[in-house]
Structure formats: C-alpha cells, structure tokens
C-alpha cells in the first residue's frame, strides 16, 4: 500500500504511550514502514519496538542529520521529545496519547526503576506532551491526528476507521490493523 | 443555567433533559456509569485544553529530567 512519496509519516506520542502497537498495526496492513532489528522485542514489547537505531533516532534529529528524504512515503517512529527538532517538511503524525499513570508505570517497569520523584516526572512529561501537541498542531507543514490508546483498545474498529481516513486508505485494511490490538498487552492498565 | 450547592465537594447543575437523555443513549455500552460521570469527564477535558492554551516551556532543569528518562529507557545516548 502506497503513501504519498513526497511525505514524512510519523507514529509518534510519549514513550510507552502505544506507539509501537501503531506502528504495528500500520506495518500489518501492509503500508510501507522504516523500521529495523536493533532493538530486539523484549518483555516491555513482545512484538517489538519498530523502531530505527534502536530508537535513538532523536540523537539524530538533535544533531540534524536525520534522512528524511530516505523515508518519504514510509511510517517511522518518533517519540513526543523527537518532534521538537523536526525540520520544515511535509508530514502526517498519528499521535498517540495514554493515560499518563499507565505511562509513567510503564517506563517505571522498562527502565527498572522506581521513581521517588513520580509527582515531578508526571508534572513534566505532562507539559512536554502539551508542548509538543501545540507544536505540531500550529506547523502549517503538519497534519496530525491525535488518538488515544486506551481508546483503542476499548473501541478499535472506531479508531482505526479515523486512521484510515486520515491517511485516505482503502477501508478493507481495517481487518489487517484491528488483529493488532491485543488486550493481552494491555499490562499497565488503571 | 442556576447551580445549588449540594455539599461542600460538588454542586447540582441543571441542564435540559434532552441533553440528559442524549448522554444517557450515548454512554450506554461505556464504562461511564452515570450521566453525572460523563458530564465531569467532558468539563475536565475542556478546562484541561483550556489550561494547556496557556504558555508552557520546559525549563533547562525540566529538559534535562526529560533526557535523563529517556536515556534511562534507551530512547537517547
């Protein structure tokens, strides 16, 4: 399935907010997406990460120097912090929000820690995702949907009908994307 | 729309009954429980878009945190 060539798209959302399932789900219906083996699946993502350079792409956005051209027409995966050194382009972002407890037990549980510091993170990953929506919401060169993974999951033919409508797709890739959505994984819940 | 005061922690609001009765069709078969559930949720996403309008920046030492978190998760070197 072809996407406009002379397009960037873009999964993207706080980390552990359900951008690897998207990728997931957009690499299912057989749309074309960047993404390579260096961050193998693990416990935190048993489907794995979809990622480039074990998702350390953001080094590579700080740095400018960044392929975008090498990726036009294809889905990559950018955690919310990448997006604030996006270059002028052309994009559509599928941005996923979560409830951000869920989240911040999430990277708690990933990152092997424990936060003594929880009210503060979730102060400031909270305004960094308000940001970083403003942001992209404001760039004249951005087109961006905002979706909600614990709505997924609750309503999945809902919220796959508006990705397939954003990105102007044929409605029979709905059947590919919603095998994707598997509340098994679903291990954060609150 | 007049408001009375119910207790010293929620107030009782009047709104017509054919909105209730929209609401009470629509949250059938969600996890809302009640008219009054929605209703809150509704006016808290409102208020919360209204406050993320204001002007928010990470300050140096709330990026850093942010860096620190993501190196910790592997999303940065």
Redesign the interface.
Same mark, same amino acid.
């Given at each position: 399935m072809n996407l406009e060539k002379d397009t960037n798209y873009i999964i993207s959302g706080l %980390? &552990?907010s359900g951008t690897s399932m998207l990728m997931q789900m957009i690499n299912n219906a057989g749309i074309l997406t960047s993404f390579d083996d260096s &961050?193998k699946p693990d416990t935190n993502n048993p489907k794995g990460y979809f990622e480039l350079e =074990? =998702? @350390?792409i /953001?080094?590579r956005l700080m740095e400018k120097n960044f392929p975008f051209d090498e990726h036009k027409g294809k889905f990559i995966k950018i *955690?919310c912090?990448g997006l604030k050194f996006l270059p002028t382009g052309k994009y559509k972002i599928i941005y996923s929000e979560r409830n951000i407890e869920e989240i911040l037990d999430s #990277?708690e549980r #990933?990152?092997k /820690?424990k936060d003594d510091a929880r009210d %503060? *993170?979730r102060e /400031?990953?909270l @305004?960094?995702n308000?940001?970083i +929506? @403003?942001q992209i919401k404001s760039r004249d060169d951005i087109e961006v949907l905002f979706i909600n993974y614990n709505d997924i999951l +609750?309503n999945p033919f809902e919220n796959i009908n508006k990705i397939i409508d954003f990105l102007e797709i044929p409605k029979n890739l709905e059947e590919e994307m919603i095998k994707v959505v598997d509340p098994s994984l679903y291990r954060q819940r609150r | 729309m007049n408001d009375e005061t119910e207790s010293n922690d929620t107030v009782a609001i009047k709104i017509p009954k054919e909105i209730y009765d929209k609401i009470s069709d629509r949250i059938k078969d969600t996890d809302f429980s009640s008219v009054d559930e929605y209703i809150k949720y509704v006016l808290q996403e409102v208020l919360s878009d209204d406050e993320s309008e204001d002007e928010e920046v990470l300050s140096e030492e709330d990026e850093e945190k942010v860096k620190e978190r993501l190196r910790s998760l592997g999303y940065l070197d």
């Open positions: %980390e &552990r &961050r =074990g =998702g @350390k /953001i080094n *955690t912090y #990277m #990933m990152a /820690i %503060e *993170t /400031i990953f @305004k960094l308000n940001i +929506k @403003k +609750k | -």
